[in-house]
């Protein structure tokens, strides 16, 4: 059981971040967090994993309960990161891509239909750098086994032969392929961890994914979450685990103060059945897990947004934006919910001449707004009388001038910041993209890193400006002055104060007045 101490520490982190997620976001609407259970202890299976660090906040905001992540081992060893995770009492796992090396040499099958399993290395090192336990992992994800014995230094052999396409390709290439070694990893002390949460009656959240990415559908789930729900179940038949599937939408995840929704879904019971299954082991044992992963899959497919494509996405969601409903507006969480099912009607019926005659129509109507540059919700404001658009786009363009003019202070003391966290978090984004076999354009890193750099800019750069505004009253001459008399006789200290209150003060406002500007145009 953990101290009160690390609670207490826990609470205090959990208060700060959500608060600072708060701000990056304009609106984090949330669906039926009725259905997390009270007590007792909980897994939240957390999908998709379009947001790096910020996807375990938004949670943490909306679960009344205290949550512990399954955090990559590899991002609590860094000094930042590893420091705030410990904090908020995060379980470290090791994943084979962060202990992966570069292998010596290249490797290839020399004859895939006699020896399958024997890998032939070129000017490699095998007994060196490889031992029995440990996995080859190809390029770009093409394939990975597990090494059973090493001959020599330019032999070895794998315990199943690598079938896919992809991996056959470069294997059987005249110069072979560029490959990885991967040391065994013992996720026993995880397992142990993750087993003590649940008979201590907590919550721990997963995101099964095992990494976070930017496509538009799930990435198959990783085996892991359903050994540790049969397996604490398989140890203590009275633990009570439910697994509480948990959907995360986007409304431009990247983007300062853009909007998301968290769904959750129907808390699922761990079956005793696979239970008994799974203690049986072997073949048994990875049937139970097979099954209760795709009941997981299943409950994520509820609260989630799937397509196979991005022009899908971008499809759906017009066709969302153009239905009107009778009576009333639909708020953010219903228009994930209506998304959702003409995402389920779409998959069932897209084949159907009425459906594709629709969807033609709907490209159609998508080029019209590209070529008149102009947004879907601004088409219903287009049928107006030449005196009421002459009258509307007064009051509008008089409104944005005073709204620009109370933002302008604000957004002129920002701009390093806007400018900065701009370039740092697309460059961070391409070093992603370069590393990963499933990000398509690293959009899922580019807001945890423009926070990450605002918190150490905005306040070193008010700081800044503080101190330049005591230096000011402290060396300009008395007429220029004359407007805030008195200022010179106050101490350092109190301008100091005041000048870091008032550029907060003129952010805040560039912000609230920014968005109403926004929202004009």
Known sequence: MASP?????????????????GLFFREIAERNAHLIPKTGPVMFVV???????????ILLMHAARRVSYLTAAASMRRKFIGFYGRCLRGIPVERQQDLAKKGVGRIKLEDRYAEPTLITGIDTRF???????????????????KVVEVLSDTQLRIAKEMK??????????PDGSAYKVVPHI????????????????????????GGSHDRTEMLPLKAGVTIMALGATAANPDVGL?????????????????????????????PPELVEKYKRGGSDM??????????????????TLNTPDLETLRLIQCGRRLYQPNLHSLTMAQQVELTRRFIKGYDVYRDLPEVKELRERIEDYNMQLRYYGIRDHQVSTMQVGRAEAGALFVWRLVWLVIMGLVALPGTVINTPVFVITGVVSKSKARAALAASTVKVRARDVIATWKILIALVL?????????????LFVRRAPQWALAAISGVSEWSSFRIYAWAWALAAFMSYTALVFGEQAIDIV
């Open 127 to 145: 007994t060196e750098q490889v031992k029995a336990g440990m996995k080859i992992m190809l390029p770009k994800d093409a394939g990975q086994s």
């Open 286 to 303: 990875r049937e139970a897990c097979d099954e209760f992963l795709q009941t997981v899959s299943e409950g994520l497919k509820q609260v």
């Open 164 to 173: 896919e396409l992809s991996a056959l390709e470069v294997l059987t290439q």
């Open 47 to 57: 999908a998709p994993h379009h947001n790096q660090f910020v996807d375990p906040v």
């Open 5 to 21: 101490e690390s609670f207490f520490i826990y609470d205090l982190f959990r208060a700060f971040w959500t608060r600072v997620v």
């Open 242 to 270: 439910k697994i509480v599937p948990t959907g995360l939408n986007y409304f431009h995840p990247s983007k300062f103060r853009s909007r998301a929704v968290i769904d959750f879904g129907q808390p699922i019971d761990v």
């Open 186 to 209: 013992d996720q026993d002390e995880m397992y142990r961890s993750v087993y003590q949460r649940f008979d201590n009656g907590e919550c721990v959240g997963i995101f099964p994914e």
């Open 458 to 470: 905005v306040p070193s750069l008010y700081t800044v400006y503080s101190l330049l505004a005591v």
